[in-house]
């Protein structure tokens, strides 16, 4: 009994003497928070665009004025050697133009079909006007129930007018709209100097060889010239489409 007492008072001093250490710490340190003097010390910080504004930049600068100057240079020649070269494209461009136009003029097959391919399709104007016409005369005749003949006129020249003018008006858009959508496939998949080269050499061959393409195939030479630039946009437009 006496021993197990011992030890409880033994534990008791511990505890007690543990918590007089534990209170000492904490006064302590509320003491060291309350009387502590904050001390700022200043430090430098390597900045480096201040320590690049003090240094000696002339080699940078030389360098510098080295690289526009050659700069300069390099486009200059690249300016006259584009220069130089649609220069000489066009000059080549228009020998050839010239040298296949006079050989068409001298051409009597390729001028005859020029005749021909340009009355057919003031032929075929023609025509269409008729059948315009016409057509504008047929739906005119519904003025003729009209029982007022000066109504009856109006309204038959009216309606002809009307007719009329709508088929032309339709047909001119419509060939307008297929004109620019040739452009614009001409302008995005041909605009270069194959194409250049293909219209030249296609009608060099078509003039210079006329009297044998006719005699193997019997087509106008500017109908099959035209046949030849459609399946040539063809292609490129299918090449182009694949590329992308």
Same mark, same amino acid.
């Given at each position: ?10 534990? #008791? ?37 201040? %320590? ?26 690249? %300016? ?21 136009? *006079? ?46 003949? !000066? ?37 995005? #998949?041909?605009?270069?100097? !194959? ?18 393409? %006719? %005699?193997?195939?019997?087509? #106008?030479?500017? *109908? ?21």
């Amino acid at each position: 009994m006496r021993s197990e007492k011992e030890k409880l008072r033994s534990a #008791n001093v511990t505890i007690e003497e543990c918590q007089d250490k534990i209170r000492c710490l904490t006064q302590q340190r509320d003491y060291a928070r309350t009387h502590q003097k904050i001390v700022e010390i200043p430090v430098e910080k390597p900045v480096l665009y201040k %320590k690049c504004e003090a240094c000696d930049r002339t080699a940078y600068q030389n360098a510098k004025a080295r690289y526009e100057t050659q700069k300069e240079q390099l486009a200059g020649q690249y %300016k006259a050697k584009t220069v130089m070269f649609q220069t000489t494209l066009f000059l080549l461009a228009w020998y050839s133009l010239t040298t296949t136009l *006079f050989q068409a003029v001298q051409s009597d097959v390729f001028l005859s079909d020029c005749k021909s391919f340009f009355h057919d399709a003031a032929s075929f104007i023609q025509t269409f006007i008729g059948w315009t016409i016409d057509a504008g005369q047929s739906v005119a005749q519904i003025s003729t129930k009209i029982p007022n003949e !000066i109504i009856a006129g109006i309204i038959y020249w009216l309606l002809m007018i009307l007719v009329v003018g709508i088929c032309v008006a339709g047909t001119g858009i419509l060939a307008i709209l297929i004109e620019i959508k040739v452009i614009e496939l001409y302008k995005k #998949n041909c605009w270069d100097v !194959i194409t250049l080269l293909m219209i030249l050499t296609s009608a060099a061959v078509i003039i210079y060889f006329g009297e044998v393409i %006719k %005699k193997a195939l019997s087509i #106008n030479l500017l *109908f099959f010239w035209l046949i030849l630039q459609g399946i040539y946009l063809t292609i490129r437009r299918y090449i182009s489409q694949d590329t992308d």
